[in-house]
């Protein structure tokens, strides 16, 4: 712990040393001290930082997933590698109870909770940034949106797996995987109390379907799966999902999502064939200060880092980004 707040001071000071495997862009463990329902916590993370980067992107991962989501160790799925390359400095965080962050009980945990954590962090890093974004995925996405619209302390919202029409039939055969952490051997040893959920093992290719069923890549996401608390969940489907929170967004806004994404897409919910019908689901959810532009990844599900052409996504994001906050 001590090397870890260490790290911490080092990065809030300026100091970071370039690693071995990137000359250009030094990235660093950080740790910030967050208080929550009059709590302390800690929200960990991992900071990379370009050469005269100016604006950063902060980095939430959805539930059952870590930083690691954003940085996947596949060829070409690292979100953060194609930011960084594009001269964006990225802070990919674990979620409370989620990674190195601290574990509160499970009841302390939601989406609101975890927005007000995030909003700290963003605090904290803009004395050193001229611009902050924040990306999220699903959950992420949920947190992201509550934060931007609550606080308005940000430049811009990358919104990824998440819309504003479930798909019942679709979600509900995932949420049937969602078993007490405590009981996959993955967990064992972490301080987490019964209530924290996970899903259960050998089931992870739900968040990859209609996506290729590859072995490695299904492997890799069940052995980086990590936990959520449930009223994460709850919070996060009644304001991100079902409210029209989002219009109190006040600067732009790219949506994403991949066009067999079963937990928002279907007869029943969205039109995800293409970036002009998803945009025209979404567009009365968001207000004209968000400039609402959409897109569509072919051919994946839920967790698309993981699709073999998110590179497809990440130069949409950056050229979105360029366009609309600048570098």
Not at 173 to 202: E, K, N, S, W
Not at 280 to 299: I, K, M, N, S
Request: net charge positive.
């Amino acid at each position: 712990m001590f090397q870890r707040f260490a790290a911490a001071l080092l990065v809030a000071g300026g100091v970071l040393t370039p690693t071995p495997a990137q000359a250009e862009t030094s990235c660093d463990p950080v740790v910030f001290g967050v208080t929550v329902l009059r709590i302390h916590q800690t929200m960990a993370g991992t900071l990379c930082v370009p050469a005269g980067a100016r604006t950063l992107q902060i980095l939430v991962p959805g539930g059952f997933y870590n930083r690691s989501y954003w940085d996947i160790a596949l060829p070409s799925r690292s979100y953060r590698r194609a930011m960084n390359d594009a001269g964006y400095a990225t802070l990919a965080v674990d979620r409370l109870g989620a990674g190195a962050s601290s574990r509160p009980v499970s009841a302390m945990p939601t989406a609101v909770v975890d927005a007000d954590a995030v909003h700290q962090v963003v605090r904290a890093m803009r004395p050193r940034f001229t611009k902050v974004l924040l990306a999220g995925h699903s959950l992420g996405s949920a947190i992201s949106v509550i934060e931007a619209g609550t606080y308005h302390d940000v430049d811009g919202v990358v919104v990824t797996a998440m819309g504003h029409h479930l798909n019942a039939l679709g979600i509900t055969p995932i949420a049937a995987t969602f078993v007490p952490a405590v009981l996959d051997p993955r967990f064992r040893g972490r301080a987490l109390d019964p209530g924290y959920l996970t899903t259960l093992a050998g089931m992870r290719y739900s968040m990859h379907r209609p996506g290729p069923n590859v072995r490695a890549v299904v492997a890799l996401d069940e052995a980086t799966k990590d936990v959520a608390a449930p009223g994460e969940l709850v919070d996060a489907a009644l304001l991100g999902t079902v409210t029209r929170y989002t219009r109190r967004i006040n600067v732009p806004v790219l949506s994403a999502i991949a066009s067999g994404d079963p937990t928002f897409c279907g007869p029943l919910a969205t039109d995800c064939s293409s970036a002009a019908s998803f945009q025209a689901a979404e567009a009365p959810f968001y207000g004209p200060a968000a400039q609402l532009r959409t897109y569509v990844l072919r051919g994946y599900g839920h967790a698309f880092n993981f699709a073999p052409n998110a590179p497809d996504l990440y130069a949409a994001v950056i050229a979105w980004a360029n366009r609309k906050v600048g570098g």
